[in-house]
């Protein structure tokens, strides 16, 4: 009964007291992250605990999502393999992105991709489907291409950390134009099936994890 009230409020800002804990555990998280990475003493160990801190937001994301079922994994499927494919065909061809590779910070790999690279596309585009959908935006069209120029904006603060944190390198550390425009691209195709789901609109925990990534990456490249 909490959660339907949540979704009734007119401005959609209302968490409940479970979402409120997943809020305070996305913040503390990220806030503990930022110092960790940022002080020369842990900065190793907090790498080692991406992967973890990853599947950690996986679960917080899902617990909060309403109506939790076989179409929602199906959904979660769908853009992990859509995504580690397009990682697969990117670092083993260059077609897609350019000349990249992975570090060993993502974690275990397959085919030379990390597994989390998947769940990492999944976390972005449902905290970005989610905070389009709760916004003024009705028409489908727009709110893609919105949600993919907020994808881009966030890749650009991802990318210098990335390099410097063995998340991925760029051949000759130049990282082209292709880049990007493929990586607004893939958010745009996602972010399509996102909204062909047609989920009934969820609480403010997802966009807060967005949020929290961008503050997080804006932080890191000024500390670091």
């Known amino acids: 009964m909490e959660r339907a009230q949540d979704l009734k409020n ?3 800002m209302i968490a ?25 003493a842990t900065d190793v160990l907090f790498l080692k605990l991406v992967p973890w801190h990853l599947l950690l937001m996986t679960v917080v994301i899902m617990y909060n999502h309403n109506q939790l079922g076989s179409r929602f994994f199906l959904f979660v499927l769908l853009v ?15 077609w897609l ?3 990249y590779a992975y570090g060993e ?6 085919f030379r991709i990390p597994l ?11 905290s970005t489907g989610v905070l389009l959908q709760r916004s003024r935006i009705k028409n489908s069209i727009v709110r893609i291409l919105a949600g993919a120029a907020i994808m881009l904006l966030l890749d650009v603060l991802i990318e210098p ?47 807060v994890l967005l949020i929290a990534q961008f503050v997080f990456f804006m932080a890191l490249e000024l500390l670091n």
Not at 105 to 110: E, F, P, S, V, Y
């Open 16 to 40: 409940t007291g479970s979402q409120r804990v997943s809020i305070i555990i996305i913040i503390l998280f990220h806030v503990v992250g930022l110092i960790g990475c940022s002080l020369p």
């Open 105 to 110: 910070t993502l974690g275990i790999q397959l």
């Open 10 to 12: 007119p401005l959609n």
């Open 80 to 94: 992990f393999i859509i995504g580690f494919t397009a990682e697969l065909i990117g670092v083993h061809t260059g």
């Open 116 to 126: 989390m690279i998947g769940v990492n596309w999944f976390l972005l585009i449902y």
């Open 161 to 207: 950390i990335a390099i410097h944190f063995d998340y991925w390198h760029w051949t000759n550390n130049h990282i082209p134009i292709k880049n990007y425009v493929c990586w607004f691209g893939l958010s745009a195709v996602l972010l399509f099936i996102f909204d062909q789901f047609k989920f009934k609109q969820q609480s403010i925990v997802a966009p």
């Open 97 to 99: 992105f350019g000349n």
